[in-house]
């Protein structure tokens, strides 16, 4: 069923698991699909995640429309997101089209600038009645081999509450040597932040850049406040894995549906198992 993610992050805050939110390629059907059955299956709470890159090709209203009907197919709890939504005009046609949730995403501009900027989309979208996300501290991207100096996002837990205290969104994604993309190298996570700032706000924290990551160190970071945990990377790859074993095993005789079929419910149990790492499995019905 279609939700608000904010009453399932606030949840999961309280009671110390995450909730996951996976990138679904642009409204991919198989994708969607997998994501879905898995959170059924495991009776927990899901998001479902857009990017405007993959809403360039797919159209973001195909997205949504997909999207929410196949969260209406099932009986858990299911949010609609935007991520990293870079602009004004991008939120507000997510807005517009119904998403239940959306990311602004200034982080890469100055403190002052993000904080001004945000709390314009959220006085808005709260009009909607819509959470908002929002980060601090510029996440690297380590797409296509590029090597990145993954601690250039991290931020003092001093700047993340001075920022709290200037701009109230409904959850915060942090930089604490995170990246998006496959890392090079284990990412050393300073969860010390995550504590400092848990201390000072009840607020949901957003772990982003989750594929490659050391399961503890992802379960520690949701002990210390992280309530929504983010997948791309890994499920494109196992979707494009999957996707050729189907091609080369099934007997298809190019019935392209038993590929998608064979591939999505593969990547059903990927899915599964973050969820299990999420710690949200039996949380669907807790709100």
């Known amino acids: 069923m279609l939700v ?10 309280r009671n110390h698991y995450a909730v996951a939110a996976i990138n679904t390629q642009g409204g991919q059907y198989d994708i969607i699909r997998a994501i879905v059955d898995a959170a059924e299956n495991r009776k927990a709470p899901i998001i479902l995640a857009h990017y405007e890159s993959t809403g360039a090709y797919s159209g973001n209203e195909w997205f949504y429309e997909n999207a929410k009907y196949l969260a209406n197919k099932v009986s ?17 046609e997510a807005l517009k089209l119904g998403f239940t949730s959306i990311m602004y995403d200034a982080s890469e501009k100055s403190i002052e600038r993000n904080i001004e900027e945000s709390n314009e989309i959220i ?14 501290g510029a996440l690297q991207r380590l797409d296509d081999g590029v090597a990145t100096d993954i601690d250039a996002n991290i931020v003092s837990s001093k700047t993340v509450i001075g920022f709290l205290d200037k701009c109230r969104p409904d959850s915060l994604a942090i930089g604490i040597g ?6 090079h190298e284990t990412p050393n996570l300073r969860l010390d932040i995550l504590d400092d700032v848990s201390r ?6 957003v772990l982003h850049g989750c594929t490659g990551m050391d399961d503890n160190q992802v379960r520690e970071a949701i002990r210390k406040g992280i309530s929504k945990i983010n997948y791309g990377t890994l499920i494109r790859s196992k979707y494009v894995e999957f996707l050729k074993e189907g091609i080369q095993n099934l007997d298809h005789q190019d019935h392209t549906w038993k590929i998608s079929r064979y591939a999505s419910a593969k990547l059903t149990k990927v899915v599964e198992e973050i969820i299990e790492l999420s710690g949200s499995e039996g949380k669907a019905y807790n709100y």
């Open 178 to 183: 995170n990246a998006h993309g496959f890392y």
């Open 76 to 92: 858990v709890p299911v949010g609609i997101h935007l991520d990293h939504g870079s602009s004004f005009g991008i939120c507000m």
């Open 200 to 205: 000072h706000s009840d607020i949901p924290l």
């Open 123 to 136: 006085r808005i979208a709260h009009a909607f009645n819509v959470p908002v996300e929002v980060e601090i």
């Open 4 to 13: 608000s993610t904010k009453e399932m992050l606030q949840d999961a805050r």
